[in-house]
């Protein structure tokens, strides 16, 4: 046995994997990564693979970026944590400050962690609590949508859609009142992607109108994804309906939460996803590309509303209870200050509209093939749906062979992971014109003529 075969013997024995049937983990000859330079991964035996994943949508400008690398050393040349209860650390205190500086208006304050999950569930703590504050303790109830995802803590999924999540967990969650998803509704309704969004934005509206008409007093908050829901299959939102979420939100005096955890830092083609229809949310939860994808870095930024509600006189059941270990953590926080450097030089989101239109024209080679459902992309991420040629449908779930199809990609030199039926890319930003056009290359390639009949 080889270090790497040891290796990957001591992974099945000792590590259980997230989102991982066990049992089977191995089959598929998971990949080591021992090192990532650039765009690219490299495994344990050497082979190199474009990161068509940006290690789960968080890396930003590539792996080991000179910059960050420099960032992370120099603050560990000081000090790696230290709490923040009841103390403070550079890093923290100016990378909060530039987050209130960048993020849409309205949004004052900052509020840290360490993964997308916390951010959203401290948002929901946040919004529930505000209203007590404001002495409405009845407005309690969230509003939801189907096939949401806002990770994978209690409070998290009680707020997300994905129905198997809800059927394993359902009896530990807290009840939410539902919405369907925008792109559900226009593909059922009215042809999406390719139908009238417009109409379709309409409908949904109409649906979220009457629901805050008739429930809007004891209703908390609207959470939304901010304009595309990521995890249940890259399912972009039609024009205009994250901007009349917030007009009904205003209008029927519930919160607005959106969830930037995989859009925001430039993934959309903007620096928030927020700003394409001038939303401003009174809590925006931030994650995955905040520390450029070098550390778990979380953030909640709330209003001047919201954090002023829960200012009182010591002592009284105003403050926000709660916090952990790790809350602006020095290193993260570092790097993040950097990645946001990094933003602020403005040539990262100035190559970004030449980059989406790549893949935008490298995506139609996808189009009306008969091994392709629906092609879909917002910003720097797309989905393309595989489909039997002989059914038209997609392949039975249990057969994997979205799995394999991204197996293949890998051989040829591009890493990747599907998302139900859907073969996704969502690069590091830093990715070039030409490895778009290599990602797509090989992912037709492999969707076309790979392994499956
Ligand atoms: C990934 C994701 C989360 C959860 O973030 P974690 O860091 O995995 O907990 C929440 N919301 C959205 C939209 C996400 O894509």
């Not at 000090?79 to 987050?99: E, F, M, Q």
């Not at 417009?198 to 908050?221: D, P, Q, Y």
């Not at 040539?347 to 189009?367: H, N, S, Y």
């Not at 039997?388 to 799995?403: C, D, L, M």
């Amino acid at each position: 046995m080889d270090e790497r075969q040891q290796l990957q013997a001591w992974d099945r024995r000792y590590f259980w994997h997230p989102f991982t049937q066990m049992q089977s983990f191995g089959d598929d000859d998971p990949w080591i990564i021992g090192h990532a330079e650039g765009n690219y991964v490299y495994e344990l035996d050497g082979r190199r693979c474009l990161d068509a994943i940006a290690s789960l949508w968080c890396n930003i400008h590539g792996h080991r970026h000179p910059r960050l690398d420099a960032a992370l050393a120099a603050q560990l040349g000081k000090v790696a944590h230290s709490t923040t209860l009841g103390a403070s650390n550079p890093p923290a205190i100016l990378l909060a400050k530039a987050l209130v500086e960048i993020s849409p208006r309205g949004l004052e304050h900052c509020f840290f962690s360490e993964d997308g999950a916390e951010a959203v569930e401290i948002a929901v703590k946040m919004a529930a609590h505000y209203w007590r504050n404001v002495g409405r303790p009845e407005k309690q109830i969230f509003v939801t949508l189907e096939n949401a995802y806002h990770g994978d803590t209690v409070g998290a999924v009680s707020v997300g859609g994905i129905p198997l999540f809800h059927e394993v967990y359902g009896h530990l969650l807290f009840p939410t009142l539902r919405l369907p998803s925008p792109y559900g509704l226009a593909r059922e309704r009215f042809a999406a992607p390719t139908g009238d969004s417009s109409a379709a934005a309409a409908a949904w509206l109409a649906e979220l109108e009457s629901l805050l008409a008739a429930r809007g007093h004891e209703i908390a908050a609207l959470i939304l994804e901010a304009g595309i829901q990521g995890a249940a299959g890259l399912l972009p939102f039609s024009p205009g309906i994250l901007a009349g979420a917030q007009a009904l939100c205003r209008r029927f005096d519930c919160l607005l939460i959106v969830d930037e955890v995989a859009t925001g830092f430039g993934r959309s083609g903007k620096l928030f996803a927020c700003e394409w229809e001038d939303v401003e949310p009174d809590l925006m939860a931030l994650g995955k590309g905040l520390s450029g994808g070098y550390l778990p870095l979380a953030a909640t930024l709330a209003t001047a509303a919201v954090y002023r509600s829960f200012l009182a006189p010591f002592g009284g059941a105003r403050q926000f209870y709660h916090g952990h270990t790790y809350t602006g953590n020095p290193l993260a926080c570092a790097v993040a200050l950097e990645n946001l450097a990094i933003f602020r030089e403005g040539e990262v989101l100035a190559q970004l509209p030449a980059k989406i239109a790549r893949l935008r024209d490298g995506l139609t080679a996808f189009r009306d093939q008969p091994w392709v459902g629906a092609v879909r992309q917002f910003g720097m991420m797309a989905a393309i749906e595989l489909r039997n040629p002989s059914t038209a449908q997609a392949y039975p779930y249990g057969e994997r062979v979205e799995y394999q199809v991204c197996r293949q990609a890998r051989e040829m030199g591009v890493y990747t992971r599907p998302l139900g039926d859907a073969i996704t890319i969502v690069p590091p930003l830093s990715v070039t014109e030409e490895e778009i056009d290599t990602i797509l290359t090989v992912l037709h390639t492999a969707m076309s003529q790979g392994s499956h009949p």
